[in-house]
């Protein structure tokens, strides 16, 4: 069975032009938009 995708299970980054991890809040923002 899938997990649901949620800020604990899932880590989001941005390699360009700079790396940056997103924080747990900006992944909501993110899945929120899914």
Do not use: F, G, Q, W
Request: net charge negative; aromatic share 6%; no cysteine.
């Amino acid at each position: 069975m899938e997990e649901k995708v949620t800020p604990p299970n899932v880590d989001i980054a941005r390699v360009a032009p700079a790396y940056h991890l997103y924080t747990p809040s900006e992944v909501e923002a993110v899945i929120s938009r899914l």
